[in-house]
């Protein structure tokens, strides 16, 4: 009776570690996955085309700031209501040189974010998306700055485009001061 005690316990534990190693291949096949849908740049193109076009689309226009070493430059701020996808386009950028980028900053009620950096095309147009926070109904300010990237969630660099909507912002807000910095 021990023999079979003896032969059994081991086949319970090569059962196991068969078991954990499927899990542990189901879970990386399924992280694979979610990474190809989470880098699909055409998927990505096409959710963007859907809220440009879209006829409930909320458009802001993004004007220049005046001075900016960027002439000719504009820019639209698009979301649909009830949703994550904020889309700004830039038209008319100026080519970039080393390490600098246009870097688009959002700004709600809990402050500001670098949503993120583009670099233009050849026909001086760039696209930036970003489904994270700010919720896009709750932004009131969007800054647009030719510079370095350096992670800094405040307005930082040459300033190209500046939006400031005062009915959508708290009530103490004030447009982004770029002289201070603040």
Known sequence: MSRTAGLTAP????????LAALLLVVAVGWLGFRAVAAFDQDRHAAEAAAVVGAPDAVHHRLPPVPGAPVAGATGDLRYRPDTWLTVVDLRGLAPVTGGERYLVFLRNWA???LAGAARPDSGGTAQVRSAAEPRP????EVVVARAVDDATSVPHGQPVLHWFEPSLAAPKARPFDFARGA
């Not at 086949?11 to 068969?18: E, H, K, W």
């Not at 109904?137 to 009131?140: L, P």
């Open 11 to 18: 086949r319970r534990a090569s059962t196991g570690a068969r």
């Open 111 to 113: 402050g500001w974010t």
């Open 137 to 140: 109904a709750s932004i009131y």
